[in-house]
Each structure stands twice: as C-alpha cells, then as structure tokens.
C-alpha cells in the first residue's frame, strides 16, 4: 500500500498526518467515477477511504481488490468528522497490511481479510 485516496464524498484535505501520502479524488479530475477511482487505487496500491457502500460491495466481487476503509458512522460536523477519524486513524493503518476492508462505525472497528 502506497496512500490513501479520499473519495469525492470526503473532505479534501485532513486535519491529522496519516503514516502514508493523501490524495484526493479531485487530484483525478473533476467527478471521476466509481470505477474510475477503483482502477486507480487498484492500480497504484492505494486504500480507497470513502462513506459510499458501492466500494463495499464491489470488493466481494473482484478480484484482486483496493484497501477500502468504509467510513460508516454517519454526517459529523467538520471538526467532530476530523477529530473522530483522527482518534480510529492509528488502529485503521495497523489493521490494513493484512485486511482489504475496514468499517468504520461510531463505536467500533471492524476489519475484513
């Protein structure tokens, strides 16, 4: 795994310094699609961070898949989304080396090989 791309539906920048480089789905165009932005994890070894159940989904069903952290605990405010996502970020990364999907709930962590 090589970093971390944050779908559309995410903020575009982050307010903590995850262990590996950002990018953005934006950085890819404007409105790239899912599938799009699948291929481009895929292909670039990057973790697909994202609130959409499309990315989910799709990892039952292809193969070999992105990482995907699958954020599941609904809308926050900015500063709540941020500092949230900072307090679970370290157990997200030591959970990714060996598990394609992560689900980010309110109160848990799950993870997925």
């Known amino acids: 795994m090589k970093g971390f791309l944050l779908d559309e539906n995410l903020p575009s920048r982050l307010t903590f310094t995850p262990a590996l480089p950002v990018s953005h789905a934006l950085d890819f165009g404007s409105n790239p699609t899912d599938s799009e932005l699948w291929q481009i994890a ?25 990482w995907i952290v699958h954020l599941r605990f609904g809308n926050l405010r900015r500063a709540d989304f941020h500092s949230f996502l900072a307090s679970v970020w370290p157990r997200i990364e030591a959970l990714l080396p060996v598990n394609k999907l992560i689900c980010v709930y309110s109160d848990r962590v799950e993870a997925f090989s």
């Open 42 to 66: 895929a292909s670039n070894r990057l973790v697909i961070v994202t609130k959409d159940t499309d990315f989910s989904d799709r990892i039952l069903v292809s193969s070999p898949p992105p």
